[in-house]
């Protein structure tokens, strides 16, 4: 059965770096395509990364690209963010969720995860 666990989330200040963490288990390494999703307080969740199943494509929403990096590293089943340039707006819980649908060269910011982490927070505050 398909787990993920996320972890990483900090008090970090405006303009540093972070970096989260989505451990994989009980799938195949290229069974699962994985995306990175968060929610701030009174706001609805948003997808802001994704990986696919093969490594590529990646994607990112237009609020994270060029400060976000997503990276996925089969040997250890770990898929990470990179997060820099931190803006008080990245405030929100962060949750990494997995899916074993779609073709080997897809990934999706929107619905389609069957299976989620907990969350990690994160703050980005002075």
């Known amino acids: 059965q398909l787990h993920v666990v996320d972890s990483g989330g900090d008090l970090v200040q405006p303009g540093g770096s972070l970096t989260l963490s989505c451990a994989v288990s009980?799938?195949?390494?290229?069974?699962?395509?994985i995306g990175w999703f968060r929610q701030a307080p009174g706001k609805e969740r948003e997808g802001i990364s994704c990986?696919?199943?093969?490594?590529?494509?990646?994607k990112y929403s237009d609020d994270v690209k060029g400060r976000f990096t997503i990276i996925r590293h089969d040997a250890k089943r770990t898929v990470y963010l990179q997060m820099d340039n931190l803006k008080p707006e990245d405030t929100a819980v962060y949750y990494c969720?997995?899916?074993?649908?779609?073709?080997?060269?897809?990934?999706?910011?929107?619905?389609?995860?069957?299976?989620w982490g907990q969350g990690t927070q994160v703050t980005v505050s002075s």
């Open positions: 969720a997995a899916t074993t649908t779609g073709a080997l060269t897809e990934c999706t910011l929107g619905i389609g995860y069957e299976t």
């Open positions: 009980g799938f195949t390494i290229h069974g699962y395509a």
């Open positions: 990986v696919s199943k093969v490594g590529e494509p990646k």
